[in-house]
């Protein structure tokens, strides 16, 4: 008997599924059309929110449907219907509410907790946008995992323990494709690697006969259906009704009546698509598949004979063409014996199931998308963790300063593979101040990266000296209400002034500092000597000013003074230089550096 229930939730771009552990087997849940799986489609209407198969029927004619929002999951965009604007999750939220709620009913109780999956190359933001949308729906997201390893799990649960395999999972769905190479040994799964194309998928294939019907309804019946919405609706559902009859026949007929009216009455579509046709049209996109493959293996430092197992995942993969390549190019039989629509929800819900402790020994490891690192001087990256990098995991690394006295370091994340920081992904910044002021590459700032296991980062920055610590966390812990992470986000921004303030006091104090030593310096000076009393003393009394505002804490007004007797030095400064028959160019420079 089962501790407590986790749902086991696949949120994909084009379908989405829900499945639980039942007596120790998956249990692929039913919505209430009867339907294993569900379209991840939303649509309002006289506002009733529609979910499922009857809102992706409406996806061409009805302007408030939306599909596909897994694509902008962790991006700011909103989605305008209804009247109203809704962020990414709030539209995910709907559907993972509608899962929920029908999944109660197949079991017959309240259900709180969830497993969700993720793509392999999903962002923090967009791993946070997904656990929010769980949030919003009423559910506990206890964890999140990539889908290729969700995968990896529901195919590795039959194997005896005592075998290691190396799995190639190749995920062809709707939108997107995933390439990963996972190793499971004694029980324990590790992904090696990860590649792909988060722009490739089953409805690419769609399109290509909808291209193709297009060319042949105006070449036989002399009607354009492009600018004709509702033919457009069927044009693309008969679209996909083909492609999937084509991976079981070798030939489907299309069958569109009463497509529309024109001078000689209704025209009523008869076509037929060969196999060989659909193959011959689409060679581009197969060919697509080809390099994410390649790339993975070479990242995985492996060769195509340790592949022990080939898996193929999403429905897109029951093509057989898909089928033919992918045995083609690894040289092995693709193991089909789990359904490739369902199978990610079932790894899903056994990672519930790890975690309610109804399935023990099975430990899951999983790795980087990208590489994440911080931008050093010159707009450089420095790399911390590599791609394909095992998670959890913790790197740290020793930086300095750039400047001589530098009392404050920006701190710039930045994810992804190019050497230039503005190429790649920001995904947050912050500031350490407070660094005690030394000549500049003295200070050791460790910067360190958490990755805990559920992929969402913690990068914190300290001062070996001063012991001065700052960091960004990206909350993750799983009892988060909505409220929480409101909270979260709140309190980001409160701090985020209060720091910058804080800096700007402690930068003054640093520069005033600095301005109270030079002083210092050059009154005890050789040159000092050739100076009257009065000119002495009101050197002296600039400085006792300074002094007095630092112990005021009056920030402003030290800033303008400090303003002012820089803009003295400087004058005086060019004042000498005048002055002075040959200026030597290196001590003028040396004695910039200590200034500034
Ligand atoms: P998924 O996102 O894994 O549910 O995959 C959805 C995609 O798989 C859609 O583009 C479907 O049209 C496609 N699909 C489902 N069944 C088949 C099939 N038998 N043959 C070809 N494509 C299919």
Do not use: C
């Not at 709180?112 to 769980?134: C, H, L, M, S």
């Not at 006969?209 to 105006?218: A, D, P, R, S, Y």
């Amino acid at each position: 008997m089962a501790k407590e229930i986790i749902l086991g939730i696949d949120l994909g771009t084009t379908n989405s599924v829900v499945s639980i552990i039942e007596n120790n087997n998956p249990k692929v849940l039913e919505n209430p059309n009867g339907k294993r799986t569900t379209p991840s489609v939303v649509a309002f209407k006289n506002n009733e929110t529609i979910i499922g198969e009857n809102a992706k029927r409406q996806l061409e004619t009805n302007p408030d449907s939306i599909a596909s929002i897994k694509r902008l999951m962790g991006s700011a965009s909103t989605i305008k219907a209804n009247q109203k604007e809704y962020k990414p999750e709030e539209i995910s939220a709907m559907i993972l509410s509608y899962m929920k709620d029908y999944a109660e009913k197949k079991i017959g109780s309240p259900v709180k907790k969830a497993v969700i999956t993720v793509p392999a190359y999903f962002d923090n933001a967009q791993r946070e946008a997904t656990k929010n949308a769980g949030i919003i729906a009423g559910l506990d997201v206890v964890r999140i995992i990539n889908e290729p390893t969700a995968a990896a799990l529901a195919f590795g649960l039959d194997k005896s323990k005592d075998e290691n395999h190396r799995i190639l999972v190749f995920d062809l769905g709707g939108g997107t494709f995933d390439v990963s190479i996972l190793e499971m040994e004694n029980g324990t799964f590790e992904v090696l690697s990860t590649s792909g194309d988060n722009h490739l998928g089953g409805d690419d294939w769609d399109n290509k006969i909808v291209e193709w019907l297009i060319k042949e309804i105006n070449a036989k019946y002399d009607f354009n259906p492009r600018n004709d919405k509702m033919a457009m609706a069927r044009l693309k559902e008969e679209a996909e009704r083909a492609k999937i009859a084509l991976s079981e026949s070798m030939v489907a007929n299309i069958s569109l009546p009463f497509l529309a009216m024109n001078a000689n009455g209704p025209i009523n579509v008869e076509l037929e698509l060969k196999r060989s046709e659909f193959e011959a049209m689409t060679t581009d996109l197969l060919e697509r598949t080809k390099k994410p493959l390649m790339d993975a293996l070479e990242q995985a430092k492996l060769s195509w004979n340790d592949i022990t197992e080939v898996l193929l995942v999403g429905g897109s993969t029951r093509m057989p063409i898909v089928q033919e390549l992918v045995a083609k190019i690894t040289g092995k039989k693709p193991n089909k014996s789990i359904n490739p629509d369902e199978v990610v929800s079932v790894g899903a819900a056994i990672q519930g199931a790890i975690l309610a402790g109804d399935i023990q020994d099975v430990l899951l490891l999983d790795v980087t998308p990208l590489t994440l690192g911080i931008v050093v001087e010159g707009d450089i990256v420095a790399p911390l963790i590599p791609r394909n990098t095992t998670i959890p995991v913790t790197r740290s690394q020793i930086f300095s300063t750039a400047a001589d006295n530098q009392t404050s370091v920006s701190i710039v994340v930045t994810q992804g593979e190019r050497q230039m920081a503005h190429d790649n992904k920001f995904l947050g910044r912050f500031d350490l101040s407070g660094i005690a002021p030394a000549p500049r590459g003295v200070p050791q700032i460790e910067v360190s990266f958490s990755i805990d296991v559920n992929g969402i980062t913690k990068v914190t920055a300290k001062d070996k000296k001063t012991n001065q610590e700052q960091s960004i966390t990206i909350q993750n812990t799983s009892a988060l209400s909505k409220e929480d992470v409101e909270k979260m986000v709140q309190e980001a921004e409160l701090n985020r002034e209060a720091d910058k303030k804080k800096r700007r006091e402690v930068e003054l104090t640093v520069r005033a500092e600095q301005i109270i030593h030079q002083i210092d310096k050059s009154i005890e000076s050789d040159e000092a000597k050739k100076l009257d009393e009065s000119q002495l003393a009101s050197i002296k009394k600039e400085k006792e000013e300074i002094q007095k505002l630092i112990e005021d804490k009056n920030f402003d007004e030290l800033e303008k003074k400090i303003n002012e007797f820089e803009q003295k030095l400087a004058q005086a400064m060019e004042f000498m230089k005048n002055q002075q028959p040959t200026p030597n160019q290196d001590n003028q420079d040396s004695k910039d550096n200590e200034t500034n």
